[in-house]
Structure formats: C-alpha cells, structure tokens
C-alpha cells in the first residue's frame, strides 16, 4: 500500500513537531496536521510557532506549503487520507471510576467516531496518543460498527518517544521507532506502509515491529522505568543531604556501570512533563484492574516519591527561612519542567510556587519561555485563589528584577543561562543572609559560598 496523503489529529507538542519531519523528508506525501483549537492552527502558520523547540521553526519552514498544511477542517482532511495519526490529548481522569490514575479516553474515542463517519475505501489509523493498553481494539471496535461499507481500517500502534527541548533530534535520529500491528497478511501490509515512511531516513535496523499490545505497553513502560531512575536518584539525594555525601559524584560513581549507564541520574526538585507522571498512573491503574495490587504499589512509590521530593524542597526553604515566609519574596528561576520547553505541564514549579504561596509568600517569577498568563493560568489549576495571586504572585523579565530584595532565590529549571548568572550581581541585590536553594544544582556551590551566599542544593550535604 502505498501512502499519498496523512493527517494527524491534533497539533500539539507530538503531533506538530513529528508531521513537520514526516513532511520535510518525504515531499511526496501531502501531511496535513489537524486540531480544533483555532488559535493553535492559526500560530503553526504564522512565524510564532505554539511549541518552542530548538531547531523547529526550520523544519516547519522547509515544507510548509509545499506539502505541509495546519488547518481546522478536521472532516476534510481526515477523509482524504491514507493514513491518520490520532496525537490527541490523553489526559490523566478527573472524575468517576478511575479518577486520578486512568486516562481519560474521550477524545480518542471521539477521533474514532469522527474517523468512522468521514471514511470510505481503506485506511490505516495510528495511535501516536500514548493510551492504555488494548485500546487498540477498542478504537477498532469503534470504527468497524459506525462506519460505512465500503469503509477498511487497520489499526497501528506507534508510541512517540521524542523528548521536549530535544524533540527535534529526537525525530531526526531516533534510538528506534517501535509499530505495533495486529498479525495478519493486511496488519502486516500496515505496518510495512508506516514502516516505509520512516525508512525514509531512519535505518531499517532501528525500526522494531511486534504485535499491537507489546507496543503499546512498551511506551508506558519506558516512561515508567525512566521516572523510577528520577525517583531512585532522588531518593538517594535525600540520604547524600543527611549524610554530607554528594549525589553527582554517587551518580557519576554508578552511572560508569556500563549496566546502569550515566543518563537519568540527575537529581532534581523532582520530574515533571506531561507523560511521565501520567503513564505511571495509567500503569498502576493498568495493574490493579488485572488483579495485581503488589505491582500497582511498586510503581505508585515512584510517583509518591516525586510528590515527596517537591514538597521537602518547600519545607526546606520555610525551615532555613527561620520557620515563616510570610510577606517574605522569594525569587523563583525557571518554571517550565525542563530547560529549552515552553511546557509547564505537572513543572515541579507549579507545586513549589503554590505551597510557597500558601505560606503567604511573595513569589516572583523569571522564565525566559514561558507567559505570565500560562503560569497564572496553572496555579490556579492548582488551586491558589486568584486574589492570592493578585497580592502575591509577580511575573518579571529578568533574574535580576527577581533577585530585587528578595529573602531567598531557588532555581527550578536547569535554563543554561543560569549556569552564567553574574551572582556577585544577584548577591548585592538581595537581602541578608542571601539564602539560594538550588532545586537543580546547577550553581557552583562552592562560588556561592564566597560570595557570602547561604547555599541549599539538591543532594549536598554539608
Ligand atoms: C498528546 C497526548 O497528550 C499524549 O498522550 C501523547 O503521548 C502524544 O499526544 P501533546 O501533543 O503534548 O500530547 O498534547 P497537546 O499539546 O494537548 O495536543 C493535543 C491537541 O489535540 C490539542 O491541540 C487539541 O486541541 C487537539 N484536539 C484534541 C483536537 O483537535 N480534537 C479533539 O477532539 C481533542
Ligand atoms: C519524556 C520521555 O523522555 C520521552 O521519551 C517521552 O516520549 C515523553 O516523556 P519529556 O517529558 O519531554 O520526555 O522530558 P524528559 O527529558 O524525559 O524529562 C522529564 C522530567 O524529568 C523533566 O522534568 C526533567 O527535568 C526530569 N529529569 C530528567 C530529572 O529530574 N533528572 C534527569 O536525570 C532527567
């Protein structure tokens, strides 16, 4: 089979970023990226793209045009193509059975029931949108009894693995692309199709195919074994803290164990991101509904950890500030989940600032990506009350601006040009003792202390 045209359902983070470089190494197939949200479509065609990845904008910008179109007619270009990404969201349930750890479903479900509607001839759905195992089935399930006649579909797991800030890099050389298919003569036909797409610049070699649950499962479970090596490492920064030992030389000790390997290991005020702490949950939600509540608690540790690691950090920060940081500022570095995103999506920041402003802090923030409105927007999610954020909660332009006669400076995300801040600088700026809490140990510690600073950082101890 061979495929002429694409859409993908949903421009967002995966969605947008993978069809650019299906587009731009393959100009013969016409990739169309579809989403309801206007205003997403309308910035993917403007010269402010929604997502901040390094090295996007290039790609958007070789093939857009020419065979890569952002638009809202979602019926339209689903009933055209070939192949359809389905890169909704999956957020984590809010309500009803399985709140809290299953994911919710509905607009998969949603994409199928569309899917089925606007189809006819044969079509190949590929489930980008990490989701529970076996759903797969359900979405076929879903297409076969809504849909026409003359309407065939095979249905293809194919998890994205790109990491935010790298997603670029990511796409272009993958570690291996992984497709699921059911096994039979027209799933494997489905899978060679989309195997062959990314043939196109990827080596065969990398290119790993098995059947539609292992695939699917593989992804939740590279994102748990992933976050349990966050949670591992930050629980040993706990102890380094106690116990005077430092948690980068532990990492870097055990991290040339060519089987333990050195990535991963960085302690920090805890992970975030929008899919570690959801696959995990959607593991442990997996687990307990086939009866296997020991391997659901082993993997919950890894998320309650994570919560742990946050909330030591606030406590940490009242506990030096002589036991109250009321009406005291507090300067936060960095509220995006990582270095080089926009995304604040489960940012430990959010959990940070939050708690600081319960204790009737005055938090002022400096991200160089992400918006005030964003970061408002967030913490009221997480429940601070718009006049606390009215009366304590300031957005500035400048770790300088921050730094103003604040009590305490904590650095939340790891931006590179914190690693170059002028501390003589920030140190005469803030008040005394120039307490730093450093969630990211990324400043030189030993700097921080000649210059009269009283340093905190994330796994030193003494
Ligand atoms: C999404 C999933 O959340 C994640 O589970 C998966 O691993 C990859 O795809 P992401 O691209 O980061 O991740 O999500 P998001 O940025 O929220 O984008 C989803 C887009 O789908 C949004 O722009 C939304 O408007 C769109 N959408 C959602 C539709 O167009 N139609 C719908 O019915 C639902
Ligand atoms: C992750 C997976 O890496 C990717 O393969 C998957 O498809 C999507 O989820 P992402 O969430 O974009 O990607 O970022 P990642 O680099 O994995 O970082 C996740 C969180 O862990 C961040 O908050 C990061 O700061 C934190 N982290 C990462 C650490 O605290 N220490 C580390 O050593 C590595």
Redesign the pocket.
């Known amino acids: 089979m061979k495929i002429t045209s694409i859409c993908c359902l949903g421009a967002g983070?995966?969605g947008g970023p993978t069809m650019a470089m299906i587009a731009a190494k393959c100009p013969d197939i016409d990739v169309t990226v579809a989403d309801m949200n206007e205003a997403r479509i309308a910035a993917w065609n403007s010269d402010e793209l929604p997502v901040y990845e390094p090295g996007l904008d290039e790609v958007v910008a070789s093939a857009i045009g020419r065979n890569l179109h952002f638009t809202t007619e979602i019926r339209e270009s689903l009933a055209k193509a070939d192949l359809i990404f389905v890169s909704v969201g999956t957020p984590t349930k809010s309500y009803g059975i399985g709140a809290g750890r299953a994911a919710d479903l509905r607009y998969i479900e949603g994409a199928a029931r569309l899917i089925a509607e606007v189809s006819t001839g044969h079509k190949i759905i590929v489930e980008k949108s990490?989701i529970p195992v076996k759903t797969a089935s359900a979405i076929k399930t879903i297409l076969s009894a809504n849909s026409s006649e003359d309407a065939t579909f095979e249905v293809l797991s194919n998890?994205?693995?790109?990491?935010?800030?790298?997603?670029i890099e990511?796409l272009q050389e993958p570690d291996r692309i992984l497709i699921g298919g059911e096994i039979t003569v027209s799933g494997n036909a489905a899978v060679e199709a989309l195997a062959s797409i990314y043939s196109r610049w990827v080596p065969r070699e990398r290119i790993i195919t098995t059947n539609l649950w292992s695939s699917e499962l593989s992804?939740l479970v590279?994102?748990a074994f992933?976050?349990q090596?966050?949670s591992s490492?930050?629980s040993i920064s706990a102890l380094c803290e106690a116990t005077g030992a430092d948690v980068d030389e532990v990492a870097r000790a055990i991290g040339t164990d060519s089987r333990i390997g050195p990535?991963?290991?960085?302690?920090?005020?805890?992970?975030?991101?929008?899919?570690?702490q959801k696959?995990l949950l959607n593991l442990v939600y997996l687990c307990e509904s086939f009866g296997l509540p020991h391997v659901a608690e082993y993997w919950r540790q890894v998320v309650h950890l994570n919560d742990w690691q946050k909330t030591r950090f606030v406590e940490q920060i009242v506990r030096t500030l002589f036991n109250t940081v009321n009406g005291k500022r507090i300067a936060i570095l960095g509220f995006a989940?990582?270095?080089d995103?926009n995304?604040t999506r489960?940012?430990?920041a959010i959990q940070v600032c939050r708690d600081l402003l319960r204790e009737h802090a005055h938090v002022v923030v400096y991200d160089p990506q992400v918006s005030a409105e964003q970061m408002c927007s967030d913490l009221i999610a997480a429940g601070v009350s718009e006049a606390l954020l009215d009366s304590n909660f300031d957005v500035v332009d400048s770790p300088y601006t921050a730094a103003e006669h604040a009590h305490a400076l904590a650095t939340l995300?790891?931006w590179d040009e914190f690693r170059e801040l002028d501390l003589e600088q920030i140190h005469s700026l803030m008040l005394k003792p120039a307490f730093v809490f450093d969630g990211?140990a990324i400043l030189p510690l030993e700097k921080l202390k000649a210059l009269g600073f009283e340093p905190f950082m994330i796994g030193k101890g003494g």
């Open positions: 983070y995966v990490t998890p994205e693995f790109l990491a935010e800030g790298t997603a990511d992804k590279a994102n992933l976050a090596r966050i490492i930050n990535k991963f290991l960085k302690a920090s005020v805890g992970f975030g991101g929008s899919c570690f696959d989940f990582k270095k995103t995304d489960e940012s430990a995300t790891e990211r």
